[in-house]
């Protein structure tokens, strides 16, 4: 039998949109780019150099996540969250993908949106709006 038990608690919502992020925020921070959220984490790709976070580093991150009302219009909701590593995976030599775990969840599950829409329905509306 071969199954994988599913871990997550709720659908993430993919997009691709800037993170800015350093272990203390009053520092240089460093830029990567979104790749998937929940109310509880995220995963982000960056630069593999010195800037790249480790696994376990306590970081802070500013971003933004699209936020959908009901006539399938959006806002771009802007979040400052703490937390910690808790994955890292090389991408290629010069591109780590991160996953964040939040010390405080957002208020609303970005995946889960504008009354029982879909995660692809999310990620259409999204793809229509960056064209």
Do not use: K
């Not at 010195?50 to 306590?58: A, F, R, T, V």
């Amino acid at each position: 039998m071969n199954e994988t038990a599913e871990r997550r608690t709720e659908q993430r919502l993919r997009y691709y949109w800037p993170i800015w992020f350093a272990e203390d925020f009053n520092e240089v921070l460093s830029q990567g780019q979104m790749i998937d959220i929940s109310s509880s984490g995220a995963a982000f790709t960056c630069h593999a150099d010195n800037s790249c976070p480790y696994i376990g580093q306590h970081i802070t991150a500013r971003f933004s996540v699209p936020h959908f009302g009901p006539d399938d219009s959006f806002d771009m909701a802007n979040f400052t969250r703490s937390g910690h590593i808790s994955r890292i995976d090389e991408v290629s030599s010069f591109l780590r993908r991160v996953v964040i775990q939040f010390a405080e969840p957002l208020p609303f599950r970005p995946g889960e949106q504008a009354d029982g829409e879909s995660e692809s329905d999310a990620e259409r509306t999204l793809e229509t709006a960056e064209m």
